[in-house]
């Protein structure tokens, strides 16, 4: 049976859409809040696809689109990228849709939202695309069906439908990184109606490349889209009379190039600084001789600059290309994360600074060759407003990895770590810090723990299996080294012998207090009711099946929760066979949030090293949680009353955010966690209602949060948090 043609909606102005020819009301404003109004055209619990464009995206959501019943009740439609600016989205509309609304996810990148239509599917056109995806569901949904099962079958519908496979790079290129002559032409239209264009001064040092790489290091700037661009370059002392012939040449074809030789070599800091000096432009971007740029990379630089005048640091992602240019390991970035730079310069290529702040900086200095860069970004990010910094998540920048290119930092990776490390060195002392060498030559950054050591109050909710806590107990007390601790176990109604053992064997140890707390089990609850009857000034909370590996693990936490910007702290846990169970928590995985590479190797290095690294993420479990009490406090604690059981630490990280902190996780505290041992799976029909209505409270609060984590690229799937396309 074909899909039965139903009626359609196009977008034909930001205000005015219509439906199957007649026009639609429409309130709001185009990039920020859009409502179609879909009352009277029939579509409650209707199987539709919505497909619309928003052109500039890049197949990256700036809208998240929303169907609004007549209570005012909202269920986020998670679209799906169809490459270039096209996005999706089919499924059964709510029985009692009042209003389809888009919302800007980004007050920076604002939506511009074209052609969105409505189409009516029937019920074999739904289940074919469902097979296409998931066959499994799909006949899994038909056999439901069949029995008469009609919910049940139309939520594993529901499922195939928004299942989204992962891609290689090679695939990813063609479908969202290829412009379209339409693109190219509605980019310069753009740029066309700017009544102001940054210029933007791109510094290129240079020594004896091979000169066709710099040819096309050069033709990559003569090719840009934007046009309000200057490129200098400091010939630092070439051997090869080649590379100035073919300099003097471009500059000759092009008056935007502006280029000086240098008498005598001085490396690439001096080069460059050379370059700045030629320098016009009120923002500065960095290239290296043998590298290349997209051909839209300064139009992005240039909108985003548009967009927030006051930006001094704008990055995006980039990848690698060899010497057929064919392009491999592309490095999506996270968004601005303070933590990471200070252990490896994540942000590399492509930055662009503000000119001004370059000059009083003094520029790269030299003595830091291998690491220059980092040591620039180091000292400029120092204090500065993370609002101050852009990342855009497009690949703007090719970094050349064929033999021979005469990369600088490929010379001398010793010295290039012991620069970066010197560096930090710097940033740490005026911090009361200190750096030292980490996993494969990255920095890491040593928070003072204060004199005296901060009490830390262990809050430990329970409910008998005496086997695990006295592992926990025992971990604590006899193979953790830091010195002050007071351990409040929750106890939530234990009856087992066992657990009435264990309590009368540490009846004597004055560090260790039970508080007793019966009746049904409400993780979020338990823990406030541990927390306040706390001496410490850090509170770490720790499940019940927790067991130590490392003495020092604690003194790493407690020194990072003291740091007065850190609102919490979490650590590396692993599974019982070594695996990864948590790497901090990625927002949207699943709908709401999951773990940062679950189920790798505990020694993977994981996505360029995120698991050997400090960093900044938008939460931590509440498995082993630390924070300092006056920020518990200030925030309110966990939600006793709508998140019993699941999602209450993201909810409570994400309000620590919301307050102004940032959330850390630390590979340097390694535990054991047998996940939910005590509690069980979510696997009885009270336990799922429980856990959906708990999903609804996360939502209805932090939808917009959710569908945009700033420390998970968004071109990455959100089936898993694996970094996976």
């Known amino acids: ?72 009740a909202s269920v986020a439609l998670v679209e799906e990228p169809l490459g270039g600016d096209a996005f999706a989205w089919t499924g059964r509309l709510p029985p009692d849709v009042a ?6 996810l980004s007050r920076s990148d604002p939506f511009r939202l074209r052609d969105l239509r409505i189409i009516r599917r029937g019920r074999f056109g739904i289940v074919a695309r469902a097979g296409l995806r998931q066959p499994g569901l799909t006949a899994q949904a038909v056999y439901w069906r069949v029995l008469g099962l009609k919910v049940r079958a139309r939520g594993l519908i529901a499922r195939a439908l928004a299942h989204r496979a992962e891609t290689g790079y090679a695939a990813w290129i063609a479908r969202f990184d290829r412009l379209t002559t339409a693109e190219r032409a509605r980019i310069r239209a753009e740029i066309a109606g700017w009544e102001a264009r940054p ?152 930055s662009v600074v503000r000119t001004e702040t370059l000059r009083r900086l003094g520029g790269l200095r030299p003595g830091f060759e291998g690491s220059q860069d980092h040591d620039l970004l180091l000292r400029l990010t120092e204090g500065l407003d993370r609002a101050r910094v852009r990342h855009i998540p497009k690949v703007l920048y090719h970094w050349r990895a064929a033999a021979g290119s005469g990369t600088f930092s490929d010379r001398a990776l010793a010295r290039a770590e012991d620069a970066r490390l010197r560096a930090l060195a710097e940033v740490a002392s005026r911090r009361g810090a200190r750096a030292e060498r980490g996993e494969q030559g990255f920095n890491r950054l040593l928070r003072p723990l204060p004199d005296p050591s901060p009490l830390v109050s262990v809050v430990i909710p329970t409910r008998d299996r005496a086997e695990l806590l006295g592992v926990v107990l025992d971990g604590l007390f006899a193979r953790t080294d830091y010195p002050a601790l007071d351990v409040i176990v929750v106890d939530n109604g234990s009856s087992e012998p066992a657990t009435r053992d264990l309590f009368a064997r540490y009846a004597a140890e004055p560090r260790l207090r039970v508080l007793s707390v019966p009746g049904p089990f409400n993780f979020s609850d338990l823990s406030n009711r541990g ?35 850190i609102g919490a702290v979490g650590a590396k846990l692993l599974y019982p066979d070594g695996t990864i169970q948590h790497g901090g928590i990625v927002l949207g995985i699943g709908g709401i949030a999951g773990h940062s590479h679950l189920g790798l190797p505990g020694d993977a290095p994981g996505y360029f090293a995120r698991m050997q690294l400090s ?58 966690h047998h996940e939910s041992k005590s509690r069980g799976a979510e696997d009885t029909p009270e336990k799922r209602a429980r856990f959906e209505a708990e999903s609804r409270v996360m939502r209805e609060r932090w939808e917009p949060v959710l569908r945009a984590d700033p420390y998970y690229n968004p071109n990455f799937s959100r089936a898993a948090a694996h970094y996976r396309l």
């Open 199 to 350: 210029l933007i001064s791109i510094l290129m040092p240079a020594h004896d490349p091979d000169p066709r790489v710099l040819e096309a290091a050069i033709r990559s700037v003569r090719s840009q889209l934007y046009p309000a661009w200057e490129l200098c370059i400091a010939d630092d002392a070439s051997t090869d009379p080649r590379i100035p012939r073919l300099i003097a040449r471009h500059a000759r074809e092009e008056p935007r190039i502006r280029c000086v030789r240098r008498p005598e070599n001085g490396h690439i800091a001096r080069a460059t600084n050379d370059a700045l000096g030629l320098a016009s432009g009120a923002y500065a971007a960095f290239l290296d001789h043998d590298d290349l740029l997209a051909e839209n990379a300064l139009f992005e630089v240039a909108a985003a600059v548009r967009a927030d005048p006051d930006l001094e640091l704008i990055y995006s992602d980039e990848d690698k290309v060899d010497g057929r240019g064919r392009r491999f390991e592309p490095h999506f970035k996270s968004g601005y994360d303070r933590e990471l730079l200070w252990a490896q310069n994540y942000v590399n290529h492509l």
């Open 99 to 104: 209003t389809l609304r888009l919302t800007a």
């Open 531 to 565: 927390a306040a009857a706390a001496r410490g000034s850090i509170l770490l909370f720790l499940n019940n099946d927790i067991e130590v590996l490392e003495p020092g693990w604690l003194t790493e936490l407690a020194a990072i929760a003291s740091d007065p910007e």
């Open 615 to 672: 960093q900044e993420v938008s939460a931590v479990t509440g498995a082993c949680l630390a924070m300092r009490s006056e920020v518990f406090r200030e925030v309110g604690g966990f939600d006793a009353a709508h998140l019993a059981v699941a999602f209450n630490d993201v909810d409570l990280c994400l309000r620590i955010r919301s307050a102004g902190y940032r959330i850390v996780w630390t590979p340097y505290a390694r535990l054991v």
């Open 1 to 72: 049976m074909a899909e039965r043609a139903g009626p359609q909606a196009r977008l034909t102005s930001p205000l005015e859409p219509t439906l199957a020819g007649r026009p639609l009301p429409a309130t709001g404003t185009d990039g920020a809040d859009l409502r179609i109004d879909l009352a009277g055209a029939g579509l409650g619990g209707a199987w539709v696809s919505v497909t619309w464009r928003d052109a500039g995206s890049g197949g990256i959501a700036r809208a998240l689109l929303s169907a609004v019943s007549g209570d005012g």
